[in-house]
């Protein structure tokens, strides 16, 4: 079974870096794509960045490409967020996610989810 469990996030200024991590407890984590979500106050939860099984493929929105990354571990059942660069129309919760496909591009494709990580940036 898939159990998620972020870490990471905070409060940062504009322009500075955050990383949030997603560690799975259960022992199918290398067999699923990953994706990176984030709802902001009064908006949709939106996707940010995705990942394949294997790490090989990645795909980000445009408002985050080149800031930030997205990596996975599949030894430490792990997956990474890496933010730079971070503005405040950055401030939104966090969610990591399950794909039961090979890639997933809407947050209702998502089966299994983080409990949320706050990220809020300053200006």
């Known amino acids: 079974q898939v159990q998620l469990v972020e870490s990471g996030g905070g409060l940062v200024q504009a322009g500075g870096s955050l990383r949030l991590s997603c560690a799975d407890s259960g022992d199918t984590f290398s067999s699923y794509a990953m994706g990176w979500l984030r709802q902001a106050p009064g908006k949709e939860r939106v996707v940010v960045a995705t990942?394949?099984?294997?790490?090989?493929?990645?795909r980000y929105v445009d408002s985050v490409k080149g800031r930030f990354t997205i990596s996975r571990d599949n030894v430490k059942n792990t997956m990474g967020l890496k933010m730079n660069s971070l503005k405040p129309g950055d401030t939104a919760v966090y969610y990591c996610?399950?794909?039961?496909?090979?890639?997933?591009?809407?947050?209702?494709?998502?089966?299994?989810w983080g409990q949320g990580s706050q990220v809020v940036v300053s200006s």
């Open positions: 996610a399950s794909c039961p496909t090979y890639v997933c591009y809407a947050a209702k494709e998502y089966d299994y």
């Open positions: 990942i394949s099984a294997s790490g090989g493929s990645t």
